[in-house]
């Protein structure tokens, strides 16, 4: 079974590499965009099944009783799948068809969500059921387990994007692309919000799984349609040769490289302290940015007042600016710092410690939602670049899947810290000390991405 598995996702081989130069770049121009807006709806549709927890929580809580403590165990094991899930996944894709690998995880996830909604219709609510186990305890832990189904089966669509993002665009073109890629995370919870709210708001909480699973689905089939794996299984060459432009790693100028994918593996990521400083980085990137995602309504509401209608309306602002803020990101990087990234990080991280001392002391409503969405703004650009761009342009493309994975994995490490770090700051020390946990997090990051370009301007100096 296992063998059968492994040799439908296997990557597919090199082609004979075309040599008609018009035809080149013919096919480069057309399947580029195809792939690029194929990995932005797929991604997109990935976080209508992610995001819709957050509206279907008050329907569980108010139809089963459930307490936050029960209910935040949904979350917890969503983050916990997913950030082993990650790295997992991401070794896998390295050697997988994106063609395949991809919808296939879209399947799954999509499965996972519908499965969540059918638990509550087969199992009737009750006082005693299996075990003497009340009926609402084990519908709950059912819900658990289909979530935490849902993160693992996600947790493979990052990496798999990656691949395909790295062997499509070159580095000088990358951090423009990534970034407008990166958008398709704003642009899901935006619409799973939307969609989700009005599915519970005129169905019920249920409807907010069938419906995006069942969407899923649909895109999954045609993501078959329109993906295809690296430029190599067409006939085309690398895309560092057809853009007449140097890889990132010499080792990626060839196909030749007749090092085992371990080996490879070993070089660029267990033994690559880029990665690794990388990795940590990530992990405080993540303290802000679901911090600000998952407690800036709890926030404005307990501390500054705000309706939760209101505190809602600010934080939609978040993802809306930080659309903005990614792109702007990548553009820069490529533009002006000619496809260094530590510098923007830096710059963005700044901005995340500014706006974040001025909304503690703000006092003017209004401007709440310009600095909730600048925060949007700082906080995506360097969530897309340190764990994504910054990892695959420090690594290989033949470990991009993988160090994507890797520092996805310190990420929801991160994420963890943020829910429980977050709780335990405003249990001791109130809202100040939320304040002030996420404004050492960013510094504490921008510290190691320091650390990162001057190790950077060190090897080109010697070099």
Known sequence: ????????????????????????????S??????????????????????????ALPGLSAEYGYSNTELGLLGSSLYLTYGIGKFVNGVLADGSDVRKFLPTALIMTAIANICFGLSAVFITPGHISFFGLPTNTILLWLFVFFWGASGW??????????????????????????????CSHQVGTFLSVIVSGFLVAHWGWKMAFFVPGTLAILVAIWLFDRLRDRPQSLGLPDVETYREEPAAKKS???????????????QNILYN???????????????????????????LHEAKGNSLEIAAMKLSSLPLVGIAGT???????DKIFKGQRAPVNLIYLAGVVMCLVLLKFNTIGTLDFILIGLLGAFTYGPQ?????????ESSSKKVASAATGFTGTFGYIGAVFSSTGTGFMVDKFGWNGAIVFWVMSAIICIIICTMLMLDERKKKHNN
């Open 384 to 392: 897309m670049m340190i764990g994504g761009l910054c990892a695959v």
């Open 1 to 28: 079974m296992l063998e059968k598995l492994a040799h439908f996702f296997k990557e597919p081989p090199v082609k004979e590499t075309i040599q008609d130069s018009e035809k080149v770049k013919s096919m480069y």
């Open 252 to 266: 990626d100028c060839t196909e030749e490289d007749n090092r085992s994918y371990v080996e490879i593996f070993k």
């Open 30 to 55: 057309h399947w580029r965009l195809r792939i690029f807006y194929a990995c932005f709806i797929g991604y997109t549709v990935f976080y209508l099944c992610k995001k819709n927890i957050a509206v």
């Open 273 to 299: 302290k880029t990665i690794w400083l990388l990795a940590i980085a990530y992990i405080f990137v993540y303290i802000i940015r679901f911090g600000a995602e998952d407690w800036m309504i709890k926030y």
């Open 327 to 333: 792109i702007c990101a990548g553009l820069i990087s």
């Open 153 to 182: 089966f996600q947790s493979a669509g990052f990496p798999a994007v990656a691949k395909s993002l790295t062997y499509w665009y070159s580095n000088s073109e990358r951090g423009t692309k990534w970034s407008l890629w990166s």
